[in-house]
């Protein structure tokens, strides 16, 4: 029998070396902006993020997985900074502008 503990691992911030951690710092802030969708199956609570569908995790709590989402939110993010690619806007933000235009 097998005595060693099978734990989560936390986000693995540091071995991202490719993203330069300013980008992830503005991911993170446009990303807590973001919506994501949340289920529970198995026991285990998983989510992605609605603007970027893409972003996926998961988590023993609700908490977790939102933690865990919002940080693959923002390596979603932070890539389209590097990348010089189009970064979507919050829907919070698209609606807010289409209640000022109409």
Do not use: F
Not at 50 to 68: F, H, K, L, Y
């Amino acid at each position: 029998m097998d005595t060693t503990t099978s734990r989560r691992k936390k986000p693995a911030e540091a071995s991202i070396p490719s993203l330069p951690q300013s980008a992830i710092n503005r991911g993170k802030v446009i990303a807590a902006r973001y919506q994501i969708k949340l289920w529970r199956q198995d026991g285990e609570w998983y989510g992605e993020g609605i603007e970027e569908p893409g972003a996926m995790g998961d988590g023993r709590t609700i908490a977790q997985c939102v933690r865990n989402v919002r940080y693959a939110l923002a390596l979603a993010v932070a890539s389209h900074i590097v990348y010089h690619e189009p970064i979507t806007t919050p829907l919070v933000d698209q609606e807010r502008r289409r209640r000022k235009a109409g």
